[in-house]
């Protein structure tokens, strides 16, 4: 069985925890995530753990910030208003939220006080 590389399209399941153990996204409830190895479409960590890995394989990887979304900047914390939020979403510390930027990108976010 070869071992994934650069190239190979690859379908992988997976769960994403923050250090503290909170899950902000798993391919545990839908189809596994497809994705070509080496096409920069995913954070470096991961595409990274993957390379090398054959069908079956399993593993568990801490992927450091450097090579995943970068170190905290505490000028990306915001303060939004209530009204701000969906009206049905009740925030609590912890809660990480997906959201969208501007031009598609997938942005994640952490409620970090109420």
Do not use: C, W
């Amino acid at each position: 069985m070869p071992a994934a590389k650069n190239g190979d399209s690859v379908k992988v399941n997976y769960t994403g925890k923050l250090n503290d153990g909170t899950v902000f996204d798993s391919s545990q409830d839908r189809e596994p995530m497809r994705f070509t190895v080496g096409s920069r479409q995913l954070i470096p960590g991961f595409e990274d753990a993957v390379s090398g890995m054959q069908t079956g394989d399993s593993a568990t990887v801490k992927i450091p910030a450097d090579k995943a979304y970068g170190p905290h900047q505490q000028d990306l914390i915001m303060t939004l208003n209530r009204d701000q939020l969906p009206p049905e979403y009740q925030p609590s510390e912890g809660d990480v939220l997906q959201s969208q930027a501007d031009d598609g990108r997938p942005m994640m976010a952490k409620v970090i006080e109420v």
